[in-house]
T-cell receptor
Framework: DAMVIQNPRYQVTQFGKPVTLSCSQT?????MYWYQQKSSQAPKLLFH???????NEADTPDNFQSRRPNTSFCFLDIRSPGLGDAAMYLC????????????FGPGTRLTVL | AQTVTQSQPEMSVQEAETVTLSCTYDTSESDYYLFWYKQPPSRQMILVIR??????QNATENRFSVNFQKAAKSFSLKISDSQLGDAAMYFC????????????FGTGTSLTVIP
């Protein structure tokens, strides 16, 4: 089945230690998104790619970076995780046409010690 | 940016009964798309139903239907014959036809189904 895959499902890191979360998709969608979701809150968009075109949200901290080496893969790099970065990180994909919905991965739960 | 408001942080419904979740949004656009997503506990978010703003007919997917009131900028979700598996967080989302790729989410409604 076509899908959005996130690895790892659970990630533990230490305060200030860089961490990378990965997302891959078999849907061949042009658009890939990274969201941060804290407990019982709405997903907060960090950034998205339309093909290789990177779109950063104005309030996304510089601590968060992303890479998309090809259509299938997208990475979220947190350069110096703080305690406040502990959250669920969701990857999603979509076609660029407006009626198309997003397809979400299962998320990576990040714990910062 | 568009804003999406879900005024009910929590709702509960008796199994087999009907429940309606509310969503309002603010936009100056005339053409856009609206979505309801379901996020069960510890499981991934999935699409429940979508509505095109240019269509007057309300979307329906089996037990799920919407009441789309464009003038009032309201987009409520009705779940009929509620089942235990309907228990989840429900998010309303807006997608512009102009900016295209961004989705704007509401804060969610946590639905409990009582056996």
């Amino acid at each position: 089945d076509a899908m959005v895959i996130q690895n790892p499902r659970y990630q533990v890191t230490q305060f200030g230690k860089p961490v990378t979360l990965s997302c891959s998709q078999t849907l061949n969608h042009n658009v890939m998104y990274w969201y941060q979701q804290k407990s019982s809150q709405a997903p907060k968009l960090l950034f998205h790619y339309y093909d290789k075109d990177f779109n950063n949200e104005a309030d996304t901290p510089d601590n968060f970076q992303s890479r998309r080496p090809n259509t299938s893969f997208c990475f979220l790099d947190i350069r110096s995780p703080g305690l406040g970065d502990a959250a669920m990180y969701l990857c999603a994909t979509s076609r660029p046409i407006s009626y198309n919905e997003q397809f979400f991965g299962p998320g990576t739960r990040l714990t910062v010690l | 940016a568009q804003t999406v408001t879900q005024s009910q942080p929590e709702m509960s419904v008796q199994e087999a009964e009907t429940v309606t979740l509310s969503c309002t949004y603010d936009t100056s656009e005339s053409d856009y798309y609206l979505f309801w997503y379901k996020q069960p506990p510890s499981r991934q978010m999935i699409l429940v139903i979508r509505q095109e703003a240019y269509k007057q007919q309300n979307a329906t997917e089996n037990r799920f239907s919407v009441n789309f009131q464009k003038a009032a900028k309201s987009f409520s979700l009705k779940i009929s014959d509620s089942q235990l598996g309907d228990a989840a967080m429900y998010f309303c989302a807006y997608r512009s036809t102009n900016t295209g790729n961004q989705f704007y989410f509401g804060t969610g409604t946590s639905l409990t189904v009582i056996p």
